[in-house]
């Protein structure tokens, strides 16, 4: 139901726009997020965002670099992506925590139900 695309292989510094396609029956009112998982480590978060997109907290990793958006109207949440390094290789999973409980994030992948499947990005040095 949640489908991630806009992976590649980039340069160092480039920019890049993933993007998060869910199906009609993932309810706008649901929390969303992007999550990566580099080779050798645990999946980490990149960046949450509430239903109505006002309240939104990223990874400090990424902080001032990405910027996460959603469209409710159009069902998509994107991650821009600037200024690319290369430890932002990695898979990324976009994903939707499916409860109701107010206009809140969450920063725990125990906390998101349904995952898409994940695109590669790989920055080159």
């Known amino acids: 139901q949640l489908q991630a695309s806009g992976g590649g292989l980039v340069q160092a510094g480039w920019s890049l726009r993933l993007s998060c396609t869910t199906s009609e029956r993932t309810d706008r009112r649901f929390p969303m997020g992007w999550f990566r998982q580099a080779p050798g480590k645990e999946r980490e978060l990149v960046a949450a965002i509430s239903w109505s997109g006002i309240n939104f907290e990223y990874s400090h990793h990424v902080k001032g670099r990405f910027t996460i958006f959603r469209d409710n109207a159009e069902n998509t949440v994107d991650l821009q992506m600037d200024n690319l390094k290369p430890e932002d290789t990695a898979v990324y999973y976009c994903?939707?925590?499916?409860?109701?409980?107010?206009?809140?994030?969450?920063?725990?992948?125990?906390?998101?139900?349904?995952w898409g499947q994940g695109t590669q990005l790989t920055v080159s040095s």
């Open positions: 994903a939707a925590a499916e409860t109701f409980i107010g206009d809140v994030y969450f920063t725990s992948a125990k906390d998101y139900t349904s």
